[in-house]
């Protein structure tokens, strides 16, 4: 049986973090993937925030495969017909060091593993890890699924993304509930890159993303989004799997019906649909998070249930609780005490990071949501419907018009309601 000081599970932002963080501190580590390489079986939409990344190869941009920069983020809230949507827009952020760049991860996260490499990390693709090996109650290593599979270790941090099986059987995770994790299909459409920066606005070597609300997923907690490649789009819907199954809808559903909304048609107008991709969203938030260590194990990343839903963000979660776990199982090791107690110093330091502080902060978010479907399903219309009126100039005095747009929303939800509805969401955000 090899041995090594560091076995990381999954190959993705989260475990290729984790694995150059502990080789630069010296450590022999070793990354068992189950694609034909990093990337292969991993989706996002995907948004890469720079500062965590580059505290993982600093100046990646320079070198990394990188679609667009980001220097526009636009929301949009969609009734049936209408949407009514705000922007921001930073020409700044197409200029190091940049805030965010739009990926394919089929490509970013094989240059990741070979920036590993390069530090010694040594990558073993298409082998599953099946669980973890034990002595007595300590963990000793990984058995994967290959004939003579097992790989020994001091440390094994699992990083198997949503799919969290081995988590699970170590105790530590419960099985993924639908009404925490939320499944998305995604394609990538091929444009050229003159029509999309045509329609988006953009100077070349400039990104947009449109998140979209509401109506997009038919009133269901979730989101849509659209983000900008070289020369591709990347389209997609992601809605709770509970919530969608007793509405009776599909991912893919939702997709068709949201690329067949004017304003999204013309949008991708003429392109060729290049990749389908599906994959889950675990966003059960702070109250779902896993136990994230025991005795030589840590886990980070999705499989901890690291992803903040509501602002687009899990790629950066992943990659910094993969950096610190990393670390702490490099400092744990160089101790000699890979005990329990040596591996909640990852958990610490997590709580000290934004990964604990965010997600606490929207801890309540998903409840109020999954309890509230008027919130997502009705505003949206009542928000449209509001600005409808207010753009709409027919000769009505503007007291009246904003009289009427009281009205809208008073009709549908009472006064009462109206107030109940703004304390629930106070209260949830406070
Ligand atoms: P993953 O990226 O899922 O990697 C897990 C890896 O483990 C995979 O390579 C997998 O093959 C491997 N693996 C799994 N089980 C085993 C096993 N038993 N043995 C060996 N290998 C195994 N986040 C953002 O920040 N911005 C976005 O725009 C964004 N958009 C998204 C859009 C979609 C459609 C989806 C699905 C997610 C999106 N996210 C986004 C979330 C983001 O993709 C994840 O939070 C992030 O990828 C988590 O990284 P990870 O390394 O923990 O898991």
Not at 109 to 128: F, H, N, Q, S, Y
Not at 274 to 286: D, N, R, S, T, W
Request: hydrophobic share 40%; glycine share 10%; aromatic share 8%.
């Amino acid at each position: 049986m090899e041995n090594f000081d560091v076995i990381v599970v999954g190959g993705g932002p989260a475990g290729l973090s984790a694995a150059i963080s502990a080789a630069r501190a010296g450590m022999k580590v070793c990354v068992v993937e189950r694609g034909d390489y990093p990337g292969t079986k991993n989706v996002m939409g995907g948004v890469l925030y720079t500062q965590p990344t580059n505290e993982v190869v600093p100046d990646f941009w320079k070198d990394a495969p990188l679609e667009r920069p980001v220097i526009e983020q636009r929301y949009g809230i969609m009734s049936k017909d209408e949407l009514f949507s705000a922007a921001y827009r930073d020409p700044a952020w197409g200029q190091p060091p940049y805030n965010a760049h739009t990926v394919l991860r089929v490509k970013f996260d094989r240059w990741l593993a070979e920036e590993a490499e390069k530090l010694g990390v040594m990558i073993v693709p298409e082998t599953v890890v099946d669980d973890l090996l034990y002595h007595g109650d300590d963990v000793v290593g990984v058995r994967t699924t290959r004939p003579d599979g097992d790989l020994g270790a001091k440390v094994v941090i699992l990083a198997e993304g949503a799919n969290n099986f081995v988590a699970v059987k170590a105790g530590l995770a419960k099985p993924l509930h639908p009404d925490s994790v939320a499944v998305v299909a995604k394609e990538i459409i091929a444009l050229p890159a003159e029509k999309i920066e045509d329609r988006f606005c953009l100077e070349p070597h400039e990104g947009a993303t449109i998140e979209l609300f509401g109506d997009s997923t038919d009133g269901i907690l979730g989101t849509s989004f659209i983000y900008t490649n070289k020369d591709s789009i990347s389209i997609g819907v992601g809605a709770m799997v509970g919530a969608m199954g007793r509405k009776g809808w599909s991912p893919n559903d939702l997709l068709e019906n949201l690329k067949a909304k004017p304003y999204i048609k013309r949008l991708l107008q003429g392109g060729e649909i290049k990749e389908y991709l599906a994959h889950l969203i675990p966003e059960g938030g702070y109250n779902s998070v896993p136990k994230l260590y025991r005795q030589g194990v840590m886990v980070v990343g999705d499989a901890a249930m690291f992803v903040n839903g509501l602002t687009r963000e899990g790629s950066n979660l992943a990659t910094t609780s993969g950096l610190i776990a990393g670390k702490v199982a490099a400092e744990a090791i160089q101790s000699g005490d890979t005990s329990a107690q040596a591996m909640s110093v990852y958990e610490t330091r997590l709580r000290d990071s934004f990964v604990i502080k965010d997600l606490y902060k929207f801890r309540n978010l998903i409840g109020l949501l999954e309890n509230n479907p008027h919130l997502l399903g009705e505003y949206p219309e009542m928000l449209n419907q509001a600005a409808r009126m207010y753009f709409t100039i027919d000769g009505t005095p503007k007291t009246e018009v904003f009289k009427n747009i009281m009205g809208v929303f008073t009709k549908r939800r009472g006064k009462s309601g109206l107030v109940k509805d703004m304390f629930k969401a106070w209260r949830a955000l406070k």
